[in-house]
């Protein structure tokens, strides 16, 4: 059955309800008491049912799987929410609290849809196997910058790379240490730089993202201290991963909370424009609006500050094939 289409009178009347069932009043209230007025936060979904956490105090911890009041909003991992008793092993959403930030990504025709929310941190995760593409490490940071986001970088399976390997991935991921990006070195096997990532994620929640094989579930349980997230192993023939999470979870970790998305094999950002895709290459900012031409491409036109950049050294002139390779792709689309 398809979704009924809403008049706008009957949207607006849903948004007051749900501010209502959230205590504001007409005069305004503080979003602190808008967001004290929520008593659980979803770790996970399942369609049309969510798995939500109770923060009341007497019961802090508990996991009720509910269902959604109708004409909410698609709700996603860490959203905040109020929910009520629904039978004796239910519940009901019955309203979503501000969400202090988001991160998504596009469905294929590339309509923007958000997979989890109130975030600090967005972990993008690679290795050598799949093969990482700089571009898709690339389009990730721009979405993540557009979204106003901070982005760390995460190079797994450390213990699978030859001297050889691990120093030429060195000099590819170089550009992103200098324009300072975070990088950590890690093996989800051995053990190798998990404490040092574990300071870094501290206190805070976090998201991982990656393509699909890149161990972002073996990571999960190397944090965790145990198998808490189903692995699968990398597909022989393509030597891609399988997709395992099918769906955001959200765990409590020592000291901190991860969200495991799930892999991709792509990532499009049809959702945004090209001046975003420039925004979200942070080294280009200083250079904004000083080229010559305000059209500029960027290419071949003189007085162009991005590539009197280049020649300078102050922009890598690999980043800048990157951003021409999406924004080529945004064009294609268009």
């Known amino acids: 059955m398809s979704k ?5 009178q009957q949207l607006a009347r849903i948004a007051e309800n749900q501010q209502k069932e959230l205590g504001s009043k007409q005069n305004g209230s503080t979003d602190t ?4 007025k929520c008593n659980g936060r979803i770790i996970r979904h399942y369609g049309q049912h969510l798995d939500v956490e109770s923060l009341n105090p007497d019961e802090a911890g508990r996991v009720i799987r509910c269902s959604q009041r109708a004409n909410l909003p698609k709700l996603v991992t860490g959203d905040l929410v109020v929910w009520a008793q629904d039978g004796l092993d239910a519940g009901v959403v019955v309203a979503q609290g501000q969400r202090r930030n ?43 910058e557009q979204l106003n986001l901070r982005a760390v970088l995460i190079l797994n399976k450390l213990d699978l790379l030859s001297t050889q390997e691990l120093e030429n991935l060195d000099n590819i991921l170089s550009n992103y240490r200098k324009i300072g990006y ?13 404490p040092e990532l574990e300071q870094a994620l501290a206190g805070k929640t ?21 198998n808490i997230a189903d692995v699968a192993a990398l597909s022989e023939t393509w030597e891609r991963g399988t997709h395992t999470t099918t769906t955001s979870c959200l765990f409590h970790m020592p000291g901190f909370d991860l969200i495991d998305s799930p892999g991709i094999r792509e990532f499009g950002l ?10 979200g290459f942070i080294e280009f900012r200083p250079f904004a609006g000083q080229c010559k031409f305000r059209d500029c491409s960027h290419r071949q036109e003189p007085g162009c500050a991005i590539q009197a950049a280049v020649e300078s050294g102050q ?9 021409f390779r999406i924004v080529d792709s945004l064009n294609e689309i268009a």
């Open 4 to 8: 009924r289409k809403l008049s706008k």
């Open 33 to 36: 008491a808008v967001q004290n």
């Open 102 to 144: 988001f991160f998504g990504r596009p469905s294929p025709d590339g309509i923007f849809k958000p997979i989890a929310a109130n975030i600090d941190l967005v972990l993008v995760v690679f290795a050598s196997t799949p093969r990482p593409h700089v571009s898709l490490i690339d389009r990730y940071l721009v979405a993540i």
């Open 182 to 194: 975070s990088l950590y070195k890690v093996s989800a096997n051995d053990g190798r730089g998990i």
């Open 206 to 226: 976090t998201i991982l993202v990656g393509q699909s094989g890149v161990g972002k579930s073996s990571l999960v349980n190397k944090l965790n201290k145990d």
């Open 270 to 279: 049809g959702h945004i424009d090209q001046g975003q895709v420039f925004d």
């Open 315 to 323: 922009i890598s002139g690999e980043r800048v094939e990157s951003y």
